[in-house]
């Protein structure tokens, strides 16, 4: 069936680091692509979305592109911030369901 | 507009007792969904509404979970019996049907935090 793997964590990174979280997905239709964020103590919120192949989803900085020949959605950031410390679930979209994974905690330090 | 609402936000309970959880979806949105946040962990998927029918309730853990959705609106998850495994953040989230039949994405309530004591 349709599943998302993604980097097991904690990921601690000195500010001003290079990050990269790893996604993987398996589907058999044409999904879309998601990675939420959830901070400290708040609910999840989207981070940026992708909807088909070699599409680029960017914001806050964060980029992530729908790599239909490796099924990949690698989260990258160049350099990352103590605001970033949060929780980070790769997410795919088929007809009516959704598959997240299990998150990854990144925690920067200053 | 209001995004999703959940209540209650805390809920403490004994052992054995009945629980009900609210979601309040984004007005419109057809498609509504149950997770369950154990401490630690990824989100467990619970189960899925289309308007007010259930095409997936693949999710729920024992028989002591069920959900029903009116109006197409307000969902409740109730919890039978709870258990002290029952403990975690019950998640909501609700979603809009976009062209060809998929969802653009889903937005995500606060959070129920049951506590099984």
């Known amino acids: 069936g349709d599943s998302v793997t993604q980097m097991e964590g904690p990921v601690t990174l000195s500010e001003e680091a290079f990050l990269t979280i790893n996604c993987t997905y398996t589907?058999?239709?044409?999904?879309?692509l998601f990675w939420y964020v959830q901070y400290p103590g708040e609910g999840l919120q989207l981070l940026l979305k992708a909807t088909k192949a070699d599409d680029k989803g960017s914001n806050k900085g964060f980029e992530a592109t729908y790599r239909k020949e490796t099924t990949s959605f690698h989260l990258e950031k160049g350099s990352v911030q103590v605001s970033d410390s949060a929780v980070y679930f790769c997410?795919?979209?088929?007809?009516?369901?959704?598959?997240f994974g299990t998150g990854t905690s990144l925690t920067v330090i200053p | 507009g209001a995004g999703v609402s959940q209540s209650p936000s805390n809920k403490v309970t004994e052992k054995g007792k009945d629980v009900e959880l609210r979601c309040d979806p984004i007005s419109g949105h057809t498609a509504l969904y149950w997770y369950r946040q154990s401490l630690g962990q990824g989100l467990e998927f619970l189960i899925y509404?289309?308007?007010?029918?259930?095409?997936?309730k693949s999710g729920l853990p024992s028989d002591r979970f069920s959900a029903e959705r009116t109006g197409g609106s307000v969902s409740t998850l109730t919890i039978q019996r709870t258990q002290q495994e029952d403990s975690a953040v019950y998640l909501c989230a609700s979603s809009l049907a976009v062209a060809g039949g998929s969802y653009n994405e889903q937005f995500f309530g606060p959070g129920t935090r049951l506590t099984v004591l």
């Open positions: 509404f289309q308007g007010n029918s259930a095409p997936d």
């Open positions: 589907a058999t239709g044409y999904p879309s």
């Open positions: 997410a795919l979209n088929t007809g009516n369901q959704f598959y």
